[in-house]
């Protein structure tokens, strides 16, 4: 093909886009614009809003439950891409670490409270042979009576009984809280 073949084709090619492009421009409608209304609220003075409007309507409960979904905790996603440490650990997001490192503090003060208030009142030596002691525990004026491996809730465990002090474990936060020998004796009534 020479040159002036080539040109010619160009200039064929050229003007169909540009007629594509004008009759595209010329069908072209701007979009439907409908003011919004506001169902729920108060009418704006020197306008009424009729029962049945056809118009669009906002419905607003379902844009305040889409804001407090937002306004939740979210957790930042892992980067499963990142390279590991040396020790074969995974990096971890520094602001998912502080929130992690928050809530199991959190947790772990929750469950220290909750083992400070029991006292180790005695114990008794069941066997002679075989050491089946069993603990005195008491908690807000209740006595519990438990072996070892027993639950003193659900997610308690004593671990230990020893003549000086006993040792509890929470299950959730593995803290070990260990009770000396209340010397006090119990309240009487």
Do not use: C
Not at 26 to 38: A, E, G, T
Not at 70 to 93: H, K, M, Q, W, Y
Not at 124 to 142: F, M, Q
């Amino acid at each position: 093909m020479d040159a002036k073949k080539k040109i010619f084709v160009a200039a064929i090619l050229g003007s169909a886009w540009i007629g594509l492009a004008l009759w595209e421009w010329d069908v072209f409608k701007d979009p439907v614009r409908v003011p919004l209304s506001n169902v729920t609220g108060m009418a704006v003075s020197g306008r009424t809003i009729k029962d049945n409007v056809s118009g669009l309507r906002v419905n607003l409960d379902v844009l305040a439950r889409a804001r407090t979904q937002r306004e939740a905790i979210f957790t930042s996603p892992r980067n499963i891409f990142a390279a590991a440490r040396p020790d074969g650990t995974l990096p971890v997001d520094s602001h998912a670490a502080v929130d992690q490192q928050a809530a199991q503090a959190i947790a772990q003060q929750a469950a220290v409270l909750q083992l400070a208030q029991y006292r180790y009142l005695g114990f008794l030596r069941t066997g002679e042979r075989r050491k089946k002691d069993i603990a005195v525990l008491s908690r807000n004026e209740e006595a519990v009576v438990v072996k070892v491996g027993d639950h003193v809730e659900d997610h308690l465990v004593l671990k230990t009984i020893t003549p000086e002090s006993v040792t509890i474990r929470d299950t959730g936060t593995h803290i070990d809280q260990t009770l000396p020998l209340s010397e006090e004796s119990p309240a009487q009534p």
